[in-house]
């Protein structure tokens, strides 16, 4: 091996290393310590991390975070010194939130400055949701277009293009659902400790309300806390709102499948900006009008994104699935088919695909013949086998 296939050999193995070794430290030290923001290994780390949509979540009440404050009262009039005056002779609905804690921060701090800020909660400031600040009781405006949904098992938090934001898993109280619904919205909170997570070396049992609720109150103090007043959907029977994965010969398809949401495809000017047409027949050959336009899947041992192959990854990302806990193994399966034929489908519509239930395979037919549909070809590094990005 010559001097130049040599060092070209060394600097292609680096990212992988480095983003190896900050793997471990977060691992070990529960923190990766500073690393340069233009580092490949940096850029790969706040993807997945920014990716990661699924976390733990709580449905509570404001008064309960702030005993004595907090139901839902008309405004009568204002006091000479400008204090608004609430109508209290009535029963009121308490106010309803949800709070959700992302398992991982991305701290980025500015040179020049001095500043540091999390990047997940600039994200969400830049879509409509209000810092709270450190000493303030609390704070949130209406963010218009955001919606929270009750799903099968939990919730999820949609941005208005109807990306996926946030989604977690729990029931929920009938009290809370109620109050819910009857005011049509939810204060949601984010912030990366307000007392859902147990601590390290503690058990639930000995985790005390009364220390989670000071935990929630440092991270408002510190300044970490965000909130929005969303929308309140409730079960929309029948809307997508999950990404599904499908394996070869399902249905008969010849190929492995990905329903997204159409929602997830919105802010790109719909599906059909990139040749999606009518469902193909389940053993249609791959042929021209059938390939997306501008479109590429990268595969992962841990994901899968939709990108523009002619834009920067940061530019070009259109939408992305992460399995989540226990759908490790049937991912792998899925990707390797995928990975056999260069190909996957993807179908994307506005109904839920069902996977469950009487009748589930004719159901899900009927889905998919009412979604628009393009074979999506694998990125080069995706068909190699490569597991991780910039190998």
Request: some cysteine.
């Amino acid at each position: 091996m010559g001097k130049a296939a040599r060092n070209r050999r060394l600097r292609s193995a680096r990212p992988q290393q480095q983003s190896a070794a900050a793997e471990a430290r977060l691992r070990r030290d529960g923190h990766t310590g500073p690393m340069p923001a233009a580092a490949p290994a940096t850029r790969t780390l706040m993807a997945q991390v920014l990716d990661q949509t699924e976390m733990p979540c709580r449905a509570t009440f404001i008064d309960s975070l702030f005993p004595g404050a907090g139901s839902v009262a008309p405004v009568t009039g204002v006091t000479d010194g400008g204090e608004p005056v609430f109508d209290l002779t009535e029963t009121r609905d308490r106010v309803p939130v949800m709070m959700f804690e992302p398992e991982r921060m991305v701290m980025a701090t500015d040179t020049a400055t001095g500043t540091t800020h999390d990047l997940l909660t600039e994200a969400l400031v830049s879509g409509g949701f209000t810092r709270v600040p450190p000493l303030a009781l609390l704070g949130a405006m209406p963010a218009d277009g955001w919606e929270l949904y009750r799903t099968t098992d939990g919730v999820v938090l949609l941005d208005p293009y109807g990306g996926t934001v946030a989604e977690g898993r729990l029931t929920l109280d009938p009290e809370w659902v109620s109050d819910a619904a009857s005011s049509r919205q939810v204060l949601v909170l984010v912030g990366p400790r307000l007392g859902i997570r147990v601590p390290p070396g503690r058990t639930l049992e000995s985790y005390t309300a009364d220390e989670q609720i000071k935990e929630f109150h440092q991270c408002r103090h510190k300044g970490y806390l965000i909130a929005a007043v969303v929308g309140w959907r409730g079960p929309d029977a029948g809307k997508a709102l999950k990404w599904v994965l499908l394996r070869q010969r399902s249905l008969g398809l010849a190929l492995p499948l990905a329903y997204v949401p159409a929602a997830s495809f919105r802010a790109h000017g719909g599906a059909e900006a990139f040749g999606f047409t009518t469902f193909l027949p389940p053993d249609a050959p791959i042929n021209e009008p059938s390939l997306a336009r501008g479109l590429a899947a990268e595969l992962t041992a841990t994901d899968i994104d939709l990108i523009r192959p002619d834009l920067d990854r940061e530019l070009g990302w259109i939408c992305g699935y992460r399995p989540g806990p226990g759908s490790h193994e049937t991912f792998g399966a899925w990707g390797n088919e995928a990975r056999r034929h260069g190909y996957i489908l993807v179908a994307s519509g506005e109904k839920d695909l069902p996977t469950t239930g009487p009748d589930c395979a004719e159901r899900a037919f009927e889905v998919l013949m009412d979604s628009v549909v393009a074979a999506v070809p694998l990125t080069p590094f995706s068909r190699s086998g490569h597991t991780e990005r910039g190998e």
